[in-house]
């Protein structure tokens, strides 16, 4: 018995050994951003809570109404959700006259799908129906691959992948930036329908730029907010007066970056936007598969060398106790 | 003492007594249940929402139930790998539990799988997603699985006198074996993995990169608390005398697997700077405790080499490491789980009978079978008067 267990620490001395040479795997950085990413840049400041985009969005993604008062008349949806994949919150505060002042004041906030640089839903979607596309960025979603687990729902540090509850052949929802409009030169219906240009389409570096430009304005002077796709300039912009907008562009950096960039000037946790680090979950997530898992399984398999080894001593053992007991 | 004593034996005895009758029944209800749930959506019956998209059906019966079946691998790993003989007795019907808790948790995946026919992309070249936590879950488990029937199989061998492919099988079987403790290792440590990509939204009290280690110790102290746990009930239920100098020693060595838990476990919050977080009142701490007073007492109880010959001890004890092995994963996927505020959940009475239905089926598989196929050690006397 006893060479038995010294023969299983040698096994293991063995495994050690091998994961050794093998190297530990790399930490796994986060992912980073195709050139030409698409996004939006969503303004709290010049949304006027109209909810255009809303209607939009559920026209053009042939979403059903969902209701939240007794004469189910309008859609009046909550929150996001498996009928609702873009929605306008409001913030209040005391008597919420002033807008966008945390004290006694209102603010918008847009809640869609931030299409991440480094998402988590992709990284925990077991049956690749989460994908990031490698030109847009646009983090789609497949249903025939879909098996309905879950994960990319309790993943999400946005908690933005909704599941149909009410329905015997469930999908997953979420905002894919419309990218069934795509290849008819259109863009995301909610920037095309917003009045004030808050919703704006366009590729991730110029919105980045165009955000940037905007946290440098002094408050209260007059400027032009571009409206519809930053890209072809389709439509004409909007002049008004910059807004005290806070110093940060959520989504810079948040979670390894967002392709949904947004200002405010209320502060974002105030809206319902968490405060988040700037490694990506899925980063730290795959690290720990990759260090257990990766080098083609160097680990388990050595593992599985040290106890085939001490199994098969020991079982001949036990095999041949039951052929004397016979 | 013959050589013959030990060996497995069908207990024989009648199939339909009142206590497999009440079983079926709820097997029956938990049926009724599902096919509501198939026809109208997993909302039809059940209390998840998007705040708590996991509910009971995976933490409890997939999660937790797995984790009850740990007995086979604990025995397995303890017998096999570190060749101690003696506790041979216990492997058929440790194994025999840990198939069924197994098999119906992987089972019991499909009916929270909202797309279940798709299932099978898991497995498949070109949807199988190799980063995905998930993925390593699901594979390994179905893996096991498959082992598991295998490694059991010289039990229907043995019943249906197919005695060469016994013996073949057992030219084979350490390989089995291997396989049969290194996958249970790799999807019990998986199950905490999955918490990971969680991030912020685990509660620090239970959000650390030690999370494998943890939930691989807990599963295989909990293995070693289930054994202990099935044996008493199993000995009462069949009127069969106890191994009580076996379970004393097994009790030893999950202690000493609890210590080391709890060492990590408090290390790991104190480096983390994260212990703070139980004297925070709420839920949370007030969970967190409950879960530590729960890993301690099996310690408590069984401190005194006295206390471990008494069966009253041990069940108790391993009753109390089972519970807060469950504490455990329901803190970290639930209670110290947190997506945003508005959410609630607490599980509904027709999905909590949907859990019992699952557990009442494991019973009354496993009666059934030890009273058709040789699995219980033998005991000429007590098997007799039984008969």
Redesign the interface.
């Known amino acids: 018995m006893s060479i038995s267990r010294r023969n299983f620490l040698k096994g293991a001395l063995a495994g050690g050994t091998l994961l050794a040479t093998g190297g530990p795997a790399e930490a796994r950085p986060n992912k980073t951003m195709p050139d030409e990413a698409l996004g939006l840049l969503y303004d709290s400041t010049t949304c006027i809570g109209c909810k255009a985009c809303v209607a939009a969005c559920k026209e053009v993604n042939d979403m059903p109404p969902e209701f939240s008062t007794e004469e189910q008349l309008w859609d009046t949806p909550l929150d996001i959700s498996g009928k609702t994949l873009n929605i306008i919150k409001v913030y209040k505060d005391g008597s919420s006259e002033i807008k966008d002042s945390e004290k006694d004041g209102h603010a918008f906030m847009k809640v869609s799908c931030l299409h991440c640089v480094d998402p988590s839903c992709v990284s925990a979607c077991p049956v690749s129906a989460m994908t990031k596309d490698p030109v847009t960025g646009i983090v789609g979603y497949d249903k025939d691959a879909c098996i309905g687990c879950r994960y990319c729902v309790a993943a999400c540090p946005f908690g933005v992948p909704r599941f149909q509850y009410d329905k015997a052949l469930p999908q997953i929802t979420k905002c894919q930036l419309c990218r069934h409009r795509l290849p008819e030169g259109k863009y995301a219906a909610c920037a095309e329908v917003c009045p004030t240009g808050a919703t704006l389409y366009g590729k991730v570096k110029d919105l980045h730029a165009e955000a940037k430009r905007r946290v440098a304005l002094k408050p209260g002077e007059e400027t032009k907010f571009p409206r519809g796709n930053l890209n072809t300039h389709d439509q004409s912009p909007h002049t008004a007066k910059a807004a005290k907008y806070l110093p940060q562009i959520y989504g810079e950096k948040e979670v390894g970056g967002t392709q949904m960039l947004k200002l405010s000037a209320v502060p974002f946790e105030k809206l319902g936007m968490p405060t988040l680090p700037e490694r990506s979950y899925a980063a730290t997530s795959e690290t720990m598969q990759h260090t257990l898992y990766g080098n083609a399984l160097v680990l388990p398999l050595a593992f599985l060398g040290a106890l085939t080894y001490v199994a098969k001593r020991n079982v001949k053992h036990d095999d041949d106790a039951d052929d004397d007991k016979k | 003492m013959s ?2 004593h030990n ?1 497995p034996a069908p207990l024989g005895g009648p199939l339909w007594t009142p206590t497999t009758q009440v079983l079926a029944a709820l097997v029956a209800v938990a049926g009724v249940i599902l096919l509501v749930r ?7 019956v ?1 209390n ?4 708590y ?2 509910g009971i059906w995976v933490v409890y019966d997939v999660v937790i139930g797995s984790a009850f079946a740990c007995g086979g691998f604990s025995v397995a790993l303890l ?7 003696e506790y ?1 007795p216990m492997v058929r019907p440790a194994l025999l539990a840990s198939l069924f808790g197994y098999t119906l948790a992987g089972a019991g995946v499909i009916f ?5 026919w ?2 099978w ?2 497995f498949w070249p ?11 879950v ?1 594979v390994c488990i179905s893996a096991y699985i498959l082992v598991m029937w295998i490694e059991f199989s010289p039990a229907f061998l043995e019943k249906l006198g197919m005695k060469d492919v016994k013996k073949k099988l ?1 030219k084979a ?3 089995i ?3 049969g ?2 996958l249970p ?2 999807h019990q ?1 998986s199950l905490g ?2 918490l ?6 685990v509660h620090p009290l239970w959000q650390t ?1 030690l999370l ?1 280690l943890l939930y691989l110790m807990t599963a295989l102290a909990i293995g070693f608390a289930v054994v202990i746990f099935e044996a008493c009930l199993s000995s009462s239920g069949f009127r069969r005398p106890l191994e009580m100098h076996l379970l004393g020693k097994l009790s030893k060595v999950m202690l000493g697997m609890l210590a080391a838990y709890l060492a990590i476990r408090f290390g790991d919050l104190l480096v983390r700077g994260a212990l703070g977080g139980m004297f925070v009142p709420g839920i949370e701490a007030l969970m967190f405790w409950i879960e530590t007073a729960l890993f301690v007492a099996p310690l408590v109880l069984l401190w005194n080499e006295k206390s471990r010959k008494q069966p009253a001890k041990l069940f108790v004890a391993a009753s109390c490491l089972m519970l807060a092995g469950f504490i455990l994963r329901i803190n970290s996927y639930l209670v110290g ?1 947190e ?2 505020p508005g959410w609630h959940y607490f599980p509904s009475v027709s999905e909590i009978m949907v859990s019992v239905g699952m557990i009442a089926l494991e019973i009354l598989g496993y009666i059934v079978l030890v009273r058709y196929l040789p699995i219980l050690p033998g005991s000429g006397a007590a098997a007799a008067t039984n008969k």
């Open positions: 050589a013959s060996q198939f026809l109208f959506g997993i909302g039809a059940t998840v929402n998007d705040g998209t996991w017998v096999y790998i570190f060749n101690k003989g041979h929270d799988l909202g797309r279940y798709n299932f992309h898991i070109g949807y199988a997603q190799p980063n995905s936590v998930m993925f390593e699901a057992n079987l350490f390989l074996i291997a396989l403790t290194l290792s790799m440590s993995s999955l990971v990509v969680f991030g912020y939204q990169m494998p789980y997506t945003g």
